[in-house]
């Protein structure tokens, strides 16, 4: 019998803003499991508009990138809640579950609608805390969803490119170099700039996309001040955050906070 391990999301947390908003390119690091509870999620990749309204779930797999519409419900919030899956926690089910539902369809995107079931599960998942209780929670999501029809592919192995932004995701405000990424990894600052090269990438580049990645989930699901936030991901100057923010995504960070939170930034 396989043991069950305390395998935990890198991220539950509720969506919740008065303001329209499109995110530009967003990679999806982690499987991720929605539930839009009020307004409208619009999803734009290079073939698909796909819409979810209050009531729905959408699934998205990992590596996949979107353009991200979220809009109000009229008068009201956009609120929907998040969970992503740690490719751990996925590898699990597939250990203990998987050949029991050989027919699913393994998500890119899928939306279905939220079953009571479903809903109270991913409720308890949300609000359990972490460690094996939460495990539990997550693996009942994923159950329900796979008698729906619908799973997650096993992860492969991460690049070079995933495991240093990982690294670099767990303390975004730090300040990082390549040399103390790669002393890290127990390797040399050149082989690791090697490593990440042959995956089309640059340590620049992921350490900006690590730290303003977090700033978003930030802004959209908590009340911390716009400077607070800049902070936190590493930025010493507000305005350098709004800028790098602004070509990154779109919009001004300011956008989600109200006039008084913009005024305490």
Known sequence: MTAIAATTATTACLIATRAAHRVARMTIREPMFGWVQSGRKTLIGRHVHQHYGAGQAFLLAQGTQWDVVNEPAPGGHYRALILQFSPALIEQFHALYGAQFPATRQAPFT???????LRDSAQRAFEARAGLLQTHRLLEVLLLLAEAGVAYPPPGAPGWDERVRRMVGQR????????LLAEAFHTS???LRRRLHACDASFAGILREARLETALALLQSTPLAVGDIALRC?????SRFS???????????KQLRPPEAARVA
Do not use: C, I, N
């Open 172 to 179: 975004p405000h730090a300040d990082w170099t390549l040399a």
């Open 189 to 191: 600052a050149s082989t």
């Open 234 to 238: 590493g930025y010493q100057s507000h």
């Open 243 to 253: 800028a790098a923010f602004r070509r990154r995504f779109g919009f001004p960070p």
């Open 111 to 117: 939306g279905l609608d939220m079953t009571a079931e």
